[in-house]
């Protein structure tokens, strides 16, 4: 199985911003990676894939990059709805998820 | 407007049966491979399993295998989970997810799950 470790685990930043989040494959994944938002109580809600394609809806503050095993996630502006849980998946092989950041107010 | 709707989810003792369904509307149900992802209270996303537009597959993790068995009605629109022989570690919310698929075959593309219900809560305890 391919693992997925995201960094860090949590995160404290204020309105305004700019965050990234890390994470990394234990083997190479060719970009088959997903990103994940999930507010409190309600389902995660996929963000971008292939690493960097913007889904449909998503603000365009949200952008992806990496190759390989190494990938992040940008905020460029942080919003009062963008605090919440990321989680990172790949999909090279049977899909497996990060442990998610928390992404919280300062 | 996609919807996923979840249901018979409950406290079930050590060693018993459950099974879940899931209402599917808004798309075409059998052009789209389906699974379930859970997650335990406080505590990040598992893929549980994953089912093709035709019923082909399924799919599992390793750990997984053998207790569970995902299943789809295409005349009603609905999924299924049946989870057999359930543990405490099973108890989680399940949530029921559409799959990125070829929808002139309805065969998994890339398991990117890009529509989610709003999940149902199992608890394994007695």
């Known amino acids: 199985d391919i693992q997925m470790t995201q960094s860090p685990s949590s995160l404290s930043a204020s309105v305004g911003d700019r965050v990234t989040i890390t994470c990394r494959a234990s083997q190479d994944i060719s970009n088959a990676l997903a990103w994940y938002q999930q507010r409190p109580g309600k389902a995660p809600k996929v963000l971008l894939s292939?690493?960097?394609i913007l889904e449909s809806g998503v603000p365009s503050r949200f952008s992806g990059s990496g190759s390989g095993t190494d990938y992040t996630l940008t905020i460029s502006s942080l919003q009062p709805e963008d605090f919440a849980i990321y989680y990172c998946q790949h999909y090279f092989s049977d899909p497996f998820f990060g442990q998610g950041t928390k992404l919280e107010i300062k | 407007e996609v919807q996923l709707v979840e249901s018979g989810g409950g406290l079930v003792q050590p060693g018993g049966s459950l099974r879940l369904s899931c209402a599917a509307s808004g798309f075409i149900f059998n052009s789209y491979a389906m699974g379930w992802v859970r997650q335990a209270p406080g505590k990040g996303l598992d893929w549980v399993s994953t089912i093709s537009g035709s019923g082909a597959g399924p799919y599992y993790p390793d750990s997984l295998k053998g207790r569970l068995t995902i299943s789809r009605d295409n005349s009603r629109n609905t999924l299924y989970l049946q989870m057999n022989s359930l543990r405490a570690e099973d108890t989680a919310v399940y949530y029921c997810?559409?799959?990125?698929?070829?929808?002139?075959?309805?065969?998994?593309?890339?398991?990117?799950?890009?529509?989610w219900g709003q999940g149902t809560l199992v608890a394994v305890s007695s």
């Open positions: 292939g690493a960097s």
């Open positions: 997810v559409k799959l990125r698929s070829r929808p002139e075959t309805g065969e998994l593309l890339h398991s990117i799950f890009d529509s």
